[in-house]
């Protein structure tokens, strides 16, 4: 009964914060909401009895990624005008696009397969249940593979994005931080004899 | 279930919360209060001492102060975001406290098992910590976003930068302390930990202690970190706020300064055991409160004895030493576990896991 109204709470609000993510018109509104819809995803997990992927949830992406999101969002120059140019001129197609996503969603959700009779209850588990440690090991002896090459792809990525960033500019001046650390009054300070 | 059920079981909850909220506000009211005596004593001066007997009413006072001030809203800022930014930045820091345990009771021997002092005994409580005290970087950023000033844009980026650079560092000082406990549940780490002070993870993870604790300083913003309000950004993200919009900012930072004293003191000094088993006669709370007094001790005395790092400094004592050090602390953990001979050393601090 509880579980039920807390479910229809989290679900809606994670509806309506999605609709405010598309509707609103200032950028930095959307991604608030879009952080707002997070938390509403995190807690279906937490009543999935799924604690660590919520919390991680949070963690990663409200904590984490949403912050540069923020950041790059608030570095732009949103130019309404501007984006409205043309407007007429795409319509059709992104109008075609909105319609199929449209009747599919639709067909997918009457086909029967997202009916309540298609999926079971998952139900609870036991209080002595410790999801993180079930995840541990899944993701460490079944899934070993996978788990290892996500994690290299991700490697992969990171040294990339510093391969694409770094460059060293003639022109800039750098500091020597042992140099710094380790000087001494003698070395800026001498006595002049008067 | 009936509806009595669910009544008296949400009174409890009520109850719980505020059990804990009231305690955190006036905590918070008199840390401002010892950090003024305090430096005042380093610094060999009075210190507030007239409100009151010895300026103890003085927090008060300062509070009506604030309430009693208007709050200007400045007329190009983003109204809805620049109200809501006080409140993102203090609940988050409020909040964190929900799984924070403040001692083992039996309730003076009415309840046959010893039951934890916490509102939520979660198993991911360590996480959740970290998740929900990460979170109040949007207060932060919405404040400087939404005043729509340069300097205020400034700061809150030099604010949100330097708090996501060093939660990696104290995310993995906390990885280490999971390694030795097994599990994410802080009561379980606190039990971890059991039996004196030769037991406690302060000894085989000295330089983790380190790390957090520091890390923790730039976290909230303590001086040597504190550059978020520096005097050459006017006070940082909160240069445009005023009255109790602007407290409302200190209370979220003197707020985490406490639950990073707690946390510390849970995941390193041994939570509510005291330093000698000889000692466990006096109740736990009271050891667990000692040292995050302590603790808070530490973050004025800090305050009163460093300069101000430069930004980048800052970043790089984040970056370039923090973070190695935690990944080769990781490292030389990970390897001790499992190496023969090394290991039998370090499962005395791991009862029930290592063996």
Same mark, same amino acid.
């Given at each position: 009964?509880?579980?039920?109204?807390?479910? #229809?709470?989290?679900?809606?609000?994670?509806?309506?914060?999605?609709?405010?993510?598309?509707?609103?018109?200032?950028?930095?509104?959307?991604?608030?909401?879009?952080?707002?819809?997070?938390?509403?995803?995190?807690?279906?997990?937490?009543?999935?009895?799924?604690?660590?992927?919520?919390?991680?949830?949070?963690?990663?992406?409200?904590?984490?990624?949403?912050?540069?999101?923020?950041?790059?969002?608030?570095?732009?120059?949103?130019?309404?005008?501007?984006?409205?140019?043309?407007?007429?001129? #795409?319509? *059709?197609?992104?109008?075609?696009?909105?319609?199929?996503?449209?009747?599919?969603?639709?067909?997918?959700?009457?086909?029967?397969?997202?009916?309540?009779?298609?999926? *079971?209850? *998952?139900?609870?588990?036991? =209080?002595?249940?410790?999801?993180?440690?079930?995840?541990?090991?899944?993701? #460490?002896?079944?899934?070993?593979?996978?788990?290892?090459?996500?994690?290299?792809?991700?490697?992969?990525?990171?040294?990339?994005?510093?391969?694409?960033?770094?460059?060293?500019?003639?022109?800039?001046? #750098? =500091?020597?931080?042992?140099? =710094?650390?380790?000087?001494? *009054?003698?070395?800026?300070?001498?006595?002049?004899?008067? | 279930?009936?509806?009595? &059920?669910?009544?008296?079981?949400?009174?409890?909850?009520?109850?719980?919360?505020?059990?804990?909220?009231?305690?955190? !506000?006036?905590?918070?009211?008199?840390?401002?209060?010892?950090?003024?005596?305090?430096?005042?004593?380093?610094?060999?001066?009075?210190?507030?001492?007239?409100?009151?007997?010895?300026?103890?009413?003085?927090?008060?006072? &300062?509070?009506?102060?604030?309430?009693?001030?208007?709050?200007?809203?400045?007329?190009?800022?983003?109204?809805?975001?620049?109200?809501?930014?006080?409140?993102?930045?203090?609940?988050?820091?409020?909040?964190?406290?929900?799984?924070?345990?403040?001692?083992?009771?039996?309730?003076?021997?009415?309840?046959?098992? !010893?039951?934890?002092?916490?509102?939520?005994?979660?198993?991911?409580?360590?996480?959740?910590?970290?998740?929900?005290?990460?979170?109040?970087?949007?207060?932060?950023?919405?404040?400087?976003?939404?005043?729509?000033?340069?300097?205020?844009? $400034?700061?809150?980026?030099?604010?949100?930068?330097?708090?996501?650079?060093?939660?990696?560092?104290?995310?993995?000082?906390?990885?280490?302390?999971?390694?030795?406990?097994?599990?994410?549940?802080?009561?379980?780490?606190?039990?971890?930990?059991?039996?004196?002070?030769?037991?406690?993870? $302060?000894?085989?993870?000295?330089?983790?202690?380190?790390?957090?604790?520091?890390?923790?300083?730039?976290?909230?913003?303590?001086?040597?970190?504190?550059?978020?309000?520096?005097?050459?950004?006017?006070?940082?993200?909160?240069?445009?706020?005023?009255?109790?919009?602007? !407290?409302?900012?200190?209370?979220?930072?003197?707020?985490?300064?406490? $639950?990073?004293?707690?946390?510390?003191?849970?995941?390193?000094?041994?939570?509510?055991?005291?330093?000698?088993?000889?000692?466990?006669?006096?109740?736990?709370?009271?050891?667990?409160?000692?040292?995050?007094?302590?603790?808070?001790?530490?973050?004025?005395?800090?305050?009163?004895?460093?300069?101000?790092?430069?930004?980048?400094?800052?970043?790089?004592?984040?970056?370039?030493?923090?973070?190695?050090?935690?990944?080769?602390?990781? !490292?030389?953990?990970? $390897?001790?576990?499992?190496?023969?001979?090394?290991?039998?050393?370090?499962?005395?601090?791991?009862?029930?896991?290592?063996?």
């Amino acid at each position: 009964m509880l579980e039920l109204g807390f479910f #229809y709470l989290f679900a809606g609000l994670a509806v309506v914060s999605a609709l405010g993510v598309v509707l609103s018109r200032n950028t930095i509104h959307a991604v608030m909401f879009l952080i707002f819809c997070f938390f509403n995803a995190a807690g279906l997990f937490f009543l999935l009895d799924a604690e660590f992927i919520g919390i991680i949830l949070i963690l990663i992406y409200v904590g984490a990624v949403m912050v540069l999101f923020m950041f790059v969002v608030m570095m732009l120059e949103v130019n309404f005008a501007k984006l409205r140019e043309g407007m007429l001129q #795409y319509l *059709p197609l992104g109008g075609i696009i909105a319609l199929v996503l449209f009747i599919e969603i639709i067909a997918a959700a009457g086909s029967g397969v997202f009916s309540p009779e298609g999926i *079971p209850d *998952p139900g609870h588990a036991a =209080q002595q249940v410790n999801n993180t440690v079930e995840i541990g090991k899944m993701l #460490y002896t079944k899934y070993l593979l996978g788990f290892e090459i996500a994690a290299l792809i991700l490697l992969v990525a990171l040294v990339g994005a510093i391969v694409l960033t770094l460059r060293t500019r003639k022109d800039a001046k #750098y =500091q020597n931080i042992s140099r =710094q650390v380790n000087v001494r *009054p003698e070395d800026r300070m001498y006595k002049v004899k008067m | 279930m009936t509806w009595l &059920d669910t009544g008296i079981t949400a009174g409890i909850w009520a109850l719980e919360i505020l059990a804990i909220a009231v305690p955190v !506000a006036l905590g918070v009211a008199y840390t401002t209060y010892a950090e003024r005596r305090v430096i005042g004593w380093i610094q060999v001066r009075k210190g507030c001492n007239r409100v009151g007997w010895a300026g103890l009413l003085q927090p008060i006072a &300062d509070g009506l102060k604030l309430v009693m001030k208007e709050t200007i809203i400045p007329t190009t800022a983003n109204k809805a975001l620049f109200v809501a930014a006080p409140l993102l930045a203090l609940i988050p820091a409020l909040i964190a406290y929900a799984v924070v345990p403040f001692g083992e009771t039996t309730l003076f021997g009415v309840w046959e098992t !010893a039951h934890v002092m916490a509102i939520a005994d979660l198993n991911v409580g360590v996480l959740y910590v970290m998740a929900i005290s990460s979170l109040s970087v949007y207060g932060f950023l919405m404040a400087g976003w939404a005043s729509n000033s340069k300097y205020t844009f $400034l700061g809150a980026m030099r604010a949100t930068s330097q708090m996501v650079s060093y939660e990696i560092a104290m995310g993995f000082a906390i990885v280490c302390v999971l390694m030795m406990s097994g599990s994410m549940n802080l009561n379980a780490i606190i039990h971890a930990q059991a039996g004196g002070f030769w037991h406690w993870y $302060l000894i085989p993870l000295f330089p983790m202690f380190m790390v957090y604790f520091i890390s923790g300083c730039a976290e909230v913003g303590r001086t040597p970190f504190d550059l978020i309000e520096t005097e050459e950004l006017v006070s940082g993200y909160f240069t445009e706020y005023s009255g109790m919009w602007f !407290a409302t900012f200190s209370l979220a930072e003197y707020g985490a300064m406490i $639950l990073i004293s707690l946390m510390t003191s849970i995941l390193f000094l041994g939570g509510w055991y005291a330093p000698l088993p000889v000692l466990d006669f006096i109740p736990g709370t009271v050891w667990l409160l000692g040292k995050t007094t302590f603790l808070i001790f530490v973050f004025i005395w800090f305050r009163a004895t460093f300069p101000r790092y430069r930004y980048d400094q800052l970043m790089r004592l984040g970056w370039k030493v923090f973070l190695p050090l935690t990944l080769i602390w990781l !490292a030389v953990i990970g $390897l001790a576990i499992f190496t023969p001979g090394v290991s039998d050393i370090i499962n005395y601090w791991r009862p029930g896991v290592g063996l």
